[in-house]
C-alpha cells in the first residue's frame, strides 16, 4: 500500500520500538528495486509503485521476493542496525508525524534512535520503478 495502510505498518513497529535487524535488497547502492527491512517485531517490503513507496507487511514463513542480497555493510544501513525505528512519516510533511489524510507517498522517512540519542534519519524516495535511498543531513 502506498498511502495510510503501508505507512501505519512502519507506525506500529516504531510504536514498539523495534530493532533493525537485517537489510536485503535487489541490488547494493544508493538505488534499489526492492528493500526487506527485518525488525525483532516483523518484517517490512518496501518497493516503488505507481503512487509512490509501498509498504507491505511479509509473513514469517517467506513472501519477499528472490534474488535479494544484504545491505548491512552498505551505506546508510550498517549505521542503524540493532538501533530502534522511532518515527516513520511522510517526507515533506515535517510537522506531524502520521499517516492521517495522506494521499500518495513519495517520500518515506524513517528515524532511527530517540531524539535524545544521535537520531539519523533515513529517506526512501519513489523514482520510477526504484527507491532511492539517502541519509538526511542532521
Known amino acids: 500500500m502506498a498511502t495510510q495502510g503501508g505507512l ?3 507506525e506500529r513497529a516504531a510504536e514498539a ?4 535487524l537485517r537489510v536485503e535488497g535487489d541490488r547494493a547502492g ?3 528495486g526492492v528493500l526487506g527491512l527485518t525488525f525483532d517485531v516483523g518484517r517490512v517490503l518496501v518497493t516503488p509503485g505507481e503512487e509512490g513507496v509501498e509498504v507491505r507487511a511479509l509473513e514469517a ?3 519477499e521476493p528472490e534474488g535479494l542480497g544484504a545491505l548491512d555493510e552498505e551505506e546508510p ?10 518515527v516513520a512519516w511522510p517526507g515533506g510533511v515535517e510537522e506531524g508525524v502520521g499517516a492521517r489524510g495522506l494521499g500518495s507517498l513519495m517520500v518515506l522517512k524513517l528515524r532511527f534512535r530517540e531524539e535524545n540519542e544521535n537520531p539519523r534519519v533515513v529517506r526512501l524516495e519513489a523514482t520510477g520503478n526504484a527507491l532511492r535511498v ?3 543531513p542532521v
Request: hydrophobic letters at 40%; glycine letters at 16%; charged letters at 20%.
Open 8 to 10: 501505519e505498518i512502519l
Open 17 to 20: 520500538r523495534g530493532k533493525l
Open 30 to 32: 544508493a538505488t534499489v
Open 61 to 63: 514463513s517467506g513472501g
Open 77 to 86: 544501513w550498517w549505521r542503524f542496525l540493532g538501533h530502534p525505528i522511532t
Open 134 to 136: 539517502s541519509l538526511e
